[in-house]
């Protein structure tokens, strides 16, 4: 069952790759070229759907993956809405580093997926779990970057 989930989850990251595509082709139509807009926006409908079919398939073979996947999707929207208008300075994810955590004052450790420092020393963080979290400069040593 768990091939079966990642299969269809590898799907869901093919077409979104390709709805992204398909935005892009859409933003740079000229305005005249209706027609060709029509169907850049039927072909995003349909691969949303494709989309939404593929979620509901993890839904039913893993419930508790679906949960884990929404529960991250509502971390990243957070995350993104979070960091609207703010400078960083420096941004550390899974992506591109080995090794995602920050220390803090108190002597904890917080595993994450991501985190930003923005330019008043303050720090965004989507942690392991999906939870979003922001901590001041004065929380998290220098060294503990």
Request: net charge negative; with cysteine.
């Amino acid at each position: 069952m768990r091939e079966k989930v990642t299969e269809v989850m590898q799907r869901i990251a093919f077409l979104e790759k390709d709805l992204d595509l398909q935005k892009h082709i859409l933003r740079a139509l000229p305005a005249d070229e209706e027609a060709q807009g029509r169907e850049v926006l039927s072909a995003i409908a349909e691969i949303k759907g494709k989309i939404d079919a593929c979620r509901q398939e993890i839904k039913a073979l893993d419930p508790e993956e679906y949960d884990r996947m929404i529960r991250f999707e509502g971390a990243a929207a957070a995350f993104k809405k979070a960091a609207e208008g703010r400078e960083f300075v420096s941004v550390i994810d899974l992506n591109t580093h080995v090794e995602c955590r920050i220390e803090t004052v108190d002597g904890s450790s917080i595993d994450c997926l991501v985190k930003a420092r923005d330019s008043t020393g303050e720090w965004l963080i989507m942690t392991v779990d999906g939870e979003v979290m922001t901590l001041g400069a004065d929380q998290v040593p220098e060294e503990g970057v």
